[in-house]
């Protein structure tokens, strides 16, 4: 229920940095991000001491969204 809600929060906010969702959601990010990431829903990036999150072509697919 959590990792949706983290999903949700970055499809609509694209490009986020992890450590924003971190302040919104816990700590518990971490290992909804890691769940996101092995299902490859979401990519993240390396960008200075956190990461970019963005959603993957598989999410688009999945859940049936335009780019």
């Not at 990519?43 to 959603?55: E, L, Y």
Request: hydrophobic letters at 30%.
């Amino acid at each position: 229920k959590g990792s949706l809600r983290v999903l949700a929060y970055v499809s609509k906010n694209e490009g986020i940095m992890q450590s924003g969702l971190v302040r919104i959601f816990g700590t518990s990010t971490y290992d909804y991000m890691k769940e996101l990431t092995g299902k490859e829903f979401v990519a993240t990036k390396k960008q200075g001491r956190s990461k970019k999150v963005n959603t993957t072509l598989k999410f688009r697919e999945y859940f049936n969204q335009q780019p």
